[in-house]
């Protein structure tokens, strides 16, 4: 499968405890983003990266939440002491952007995502 | 901020109908609007996509509509089959909100179920 893989698919833990998700975006993208779903709603947009890059943060993406791309390839998303309400799927997508600024053409591919429950 | 409105909430349709999914967004700069399908535990899959220099675009038996001034878009599936059933969503963005296309505003999502 050469699309976008997230790991792990599945992650429990209890309040207050660290989690680190993986994203692996498609190998010639140059564009990460991380979205959020909550169960019966669209994707919320957390965060994105151009490189190793990251050009924009969500106000959604409280201090607890760190993410990084070092090298520009994978990305790894950091939640500290979760909360019942960080619960949530995380997807990963990512993109080749090409073009001039008015003409920049950019598809989104998704990641099958990383689903969290916090006790 | 945008904010984009999909109605109706679910949908059901019987096998070979039509099948419309509406969606309203409020950000007059937007000017990129992909549909979304994603399937009970799987990823959103794009499944078509409109720029508003474009009113209609057509891949099979999937169309997008844009009217700019009322500024909604709507998906139209023909001749539905059952493994169309999924959640599909609507986004928009737009380059005033930077340089990004993949930063969608998602609608909330309709559920599709086409009966054998």
């Known amino acids: 499968d050469t699309g976008v893989s997230q790991d792990p698919r599945h992650k429990i833990t209890k309040r207050g405890q660290n989690v680190t998700f993986r994203c692996d975006p498609i190998?010639?993208?140059?564009?990460l983003y991380w979205y959020r779903q909550t169960l019966g709603q669209g994707p919320e947009f957390l965060t994105y990266f151009q490189n190793e890059a990251q050009l924009e943060k969500s106000r959604l993406l409280s201090d607890r939440f760190s993410a990084e791309r070092p090298k520009g390839s994978f990305s790894t998303l950091e939640i500290q002491r979760t909360e019942q309400g960080d619960s949530a799927m995380y997807l990963c997508a990512s993109s080749l952007a090409w073009g001039q600024k008015m003409l920049i053409n950019e598809k989104l591919f998704f990641g099958s995502g990383t689903q969290l429950s916090v006790l | 901020g945008e904010n984009v409105e999909q109605h109706p909430s679910t949908l059901s349709v019987q096998e070979g109908d039509s099948a419309v999914i509406k969606c309203t967004y409020s950000?007059?700069?937007?000017?990129?609007f992909p549909w979304y399908k994603q399937e009970l535990g799987k990823r959103p899959q794009l499944i078509i996509d409109i720029r508003s220099n474009v009113g209609e675009k057509k891949d099979q038996r999937i169309a997008v509509t844009l009217n700019k001034t009322a500024k909604h878009f709507s998906l139209h599936i023909t001749e539905t089959q059952p493994e169309d059933s999924a959640v599909y969503f609507c986004a928009a963005t737009g380059v005033a909100g930077g340089t990004s296309y993949g930063k969608l505003t998602f609608g909330q999502g309709t559920i599709l179920t086409v009966h054998p």
């Open positions: 190998s010639e993208h140059n564009r």
């Open positions: 950000d007059s700069a937007s000017n990129y």
